[in-house]
């Protein structure tokens, strides 16, 4: 076994996982330990920051464990994150002053309709590449704020901390020695300019976020602090690696060149695609957001986000009770060789990019007497991969050429039917890795850049590779009738 190992720390929104990895990209240690959400009213999803930073603890002890090894054969953290959800803290305690506002709480919806209505989405979009929702992090601070007794205060004299979960943990690990964020949660603010990549005092005012309660913004892949009184491991291993998770699962997938695009199947889908040194403002409904920064180079990439994906399944097992576990929608999808028409769109939260419509509903199209169980998740695997294709053609038009492959890695990548049918509707080529967690491996990777194990993000490449293809097999035509239906059943869900 290699005497220097990686440690990445991939905290989600439902759990905290830790891996154990060799610089070879073998797993060598897993664990995962589940993270309970709260919701004290409708449209409000909270964390409570110490039950994350417990499962931090258990999740690395347990990966640990798994790999048959000491906290002493760590060479360096990666850390990657659920990346817009909020937490402010007090600088002298370290105890948050609220609990962690998630990325999937609504609670600033009117403050972002406001501002809309005032006309600053465009000034925004023009600084920021993102849109006015509620889903990212300004609003989230400021409510913190505005809401908790003495915050807005505090925060002006420089006695609270705000951070994205990376800097939460940065400060954990470190015994509080560093205040930092990396530059791709940054860019999930709201109040980062894609152009000097620092934080935007126009930003910062329209948000009322004061620059005192800030992180300093680093780069994806530097030494950015050194643990201390972490249990697990002794002091002084470098945090090296830090991306928010959709960006450090295109760096796991080596999107290293323009036009290089990965899908993320999780709850929801996310489409990334690198888009180089410069920013893209994209014209169909796209986010631009920082990929990485390694050393001075610089990336950017076009993002897509469909709400509901994975949830979608989910959904027919636990609403419907069509399937008894997620992993049955294949086998039964299979017992058909179509849809028979059928079209489900999983608007189940509204619908994301390239609409960005709250309002759309989901939509379940074609059903006849003849309609069974087995065509409705043939058409929800369908529905998956056309909300995808929707995302991957506004990436092409937007970039002016087609995609030629994509790379894949979440849970329901897993799914050849899926990702056969993704390859057909969307015409493009599906690489997909041997191992689907791609995030932490992505984290790993800059960790390693980081530490200096890697000398250039290609040779970190080596972590990468993909282990089956999925080709082209549908004609154009049929292709078009496909998309075709698709197109009529979304028009059928939309709220404007």
């Keep these: ?82 990346r817009e959800t909020t937490v402010v803290w007090d600088r002298a305690t370290g105890k948050p002053v609220h609990r962690a506002i998630v990325w999937q709480d609504r609670r600033t919806s009117e403050t972002c309709a406001a501002l809309k209505a005032a006309g600053h989405e465009g000034r925004v979009r023009k600084t920021t590449g993102l849109v006015l929702d509620p889903y990212f992090s300004g609003t989230k601070v400021a409510w913190i704020l505005d809401n908790v007794a003495g915050a807005r205060a505090r925060a002006e004299k420089g006695e609270l901390a705000f951070g994205t979960i990376d800097s939460y943990l940065v400060a954990r690990l470190s015994g509080a020695a560093a205040h930092v964020t990396d530059v791709t949660n940054a860019s999930r603010t709201l109040l980062m300019s894609l152009a000097t990549l620092d934080w935007d005092d126009e930003m910062l005012a329209l948000f009322g976020v004061p620059r005192a309660v800030l992180p300093k913004i680093a780069g994806s892949a530097e030494i950015v602090a050194r643990t201390s009184g972490f249990g697990p491991l002794p002091d002084g291993v470098p945090i090296a690696g830090i991306a928010g998770d959709q960006q450090a699962a295109l760096f796991g997938q080596a999107c290293f060149d323009v036009g290089d695009a ?68 294949e086998g039964l999808a299979r017992t058909v060789s179509s849809s028979e028409g059928v079209s489900f769109v999983p608007a189940l939260s509204g619908l994301g990019a390239p609409y960005w419509d709250p309002g ?39 970039l002016g050429r087609p995609l030629a492959k994509m790379r894949v890695d979440g849970g329901a990548a897993a799914n050849d039917l899926l990702m056969q049918y993704q390859a057909d509707v969307a015409s493009v080529v599906i690489e997909r890795p041997a191992e689907l967690e791609s995030t932490a491996r992505g984290a790993a990777m800059l960790a390693g850049v980081g530490a200096g194990l890697f000398a250039t993000i290609r040779e970190a490449a080596q972590m990468s590779a993909a282990d089956r293809t999925f080709g082209v097999q549908m004609s154009d035509a049929e292709r078009i009738g496909h998309r075709t239906r698709w197109s009529d059943a979304v028009r059928r869900s939309r709220s404007v």
């Design 1 to 82: 076994m290699e005497q220097g190992l990686l440690l990445a720390i991939d905290q989600g929104t439902t759990g905290t996982t830790a891996l154990v990895m060799s610089t070879r990209g073998a797993t060598v240690g897993r664990f995962t330990k589940e993270l309970p959400q709260h919701f004290p009213a409708p449209g409000l999803v909270e964390h409570e920051p110490e039950e994350i930073w417990e499962s931090v603890l258990v999740a690395v002890k347990g990966a640990l464990a798994a790999a048959g090894i000491s906290g002493s054969r760590i060479a360096a953290i990666g850390i990657t994150n659920q």
């Design 262 to 329: 990965k899908c993320t199947y999780g709850t929801g889908a996310f489409v990334l695609a690198n888009i180089g040194a410069t920013p893209l403002a994209s014209r169909f409904g796209l986010l631009t957001t920082v990929a990485w920064k390694v050393g001075y180079d610089v990336a950017f990439a076009l993002e897509g986000s469909a709400f509901v994906a994975g949830a979608a399944v989910q959904w027919l097992r636990d609403g419907l009770g069509v399937i008894k576990h997620a992993a049955d929608i």
């Design 360 to 398: 759309a509903r989901g939509v379940i199209y074609g059903i006849t007497r003849g309609t069974t169980a087995a065509h409705l998740a043939r058409a929800t695997l369908e529905g998956i991969a056309l909300e995808v294709t929707d995302l991957l053609q506004a990436m092409s038009d937007d």
